[in-house]
């Protein structure tokens, strides 16, 4: 396995601010996505960040609202632009570890509070 | 849309008792299933992968995949207070996992 991290662990945020999570591993990746975790809900995958390129959203996610970076294979950030308390959420990095075949693992989350 | 489904529960067992969770998807085409435990307040961890047809053991755990009823299950033996969680299906589907929407389990000292 990985030693993912995320930043921060947990914020407060006032409606119409943005906030930018990053998510750092401590290995080789091949693939690095970005999940929603709504509160009482499951996991609903954001997008598939691409280094280099612009990220790949899942229908229903824009790149005005949530603009991905990844800069290089184990570093990526999520923003969480014009934020109302409908995004307040757990913010989930999750990755694919070179040699691990299709096995994905998760990071500690962001959770997100918006007022 | 492709789907994952799961009873969301609560399923409540008493200690020592064996934990029976199921799962059902509707891609045929999926090849990679996996269960993933998640505690309150805590990110997802991997419980098991299973990709055969038939049984996968590991530890307490047991993974049952049957793609001709595009099924797929978690036993849990002898459960602990511990294992009380939310397990969450995921299906792979296009490079994508895809999850369900989870089952709480509640096991019982």
Do not use: H
Not at chain 1, 5 to 23: A, F, V
Not at chain 1, 36 to 50: K, Y
Not at chain 1, 79 to 101: H, K, Q, R
Request: charged share 15%.
């Amino acid at each position: 396995s990985a030693v993912i991290s995320q930043k921060p662990s947990r914020d407060i945020c006032q409606r119409g601010t943005s906030l930018t999570i990053q998510c750092q591993v401590d290995s080789q990746v091949t693939m690095m996505f970005w999940y929603r975790q709504q509160p009482g809900q499951s996991l609903t995958l954001i997008a598939t960040a691409n280094q280099g390129s612009e990220a790949t959203y899942e229908s229903g996610f824009v790149i005005d609202k949530f603009p991905i970076s990844r800069p290089n294979l184990t570093f990526s950030t999520l923003t969480v632009s014009n934020m109302s308390p409908e995004d307040s959420s757990i913010y989930l990095c999750s990755v694919l570890l070179a040699g691990a075949a299709d096995t994905q693992y998760f990071g500690p989350g962001t959770r997100l509070t918006v007022l | 849309q492709k789907e994952v489904e799961q009873n969301s529960g609560p399923l409540s067992v008493p200690e020592g008792a064996i934990a029976s969770l199921n799962c059902t998807y509707s891609d045929r085409g999926s090849q990679s299933f996996f269960w993933y435990r998640q505690y309150s307040g805590k990110s997802p961890e991997l419980i098991m992968s299973i990709y055969s047809n038939g049984d996968k053991e590991d530890g307490r755990f047991t993974a049952q995949l049957n793609k001709a009823s595009q099924y797929v299950s978690l036993l849990i033996r002898d459960s602990q207070p511990s294992d009380s969680a939310t397990y969450l299906c995921a299906v792979k589907e296009g490079g994508k996992l895809i999850f369900g929407q989870g089952t709480e389990l509640s096991v019982k000292p």
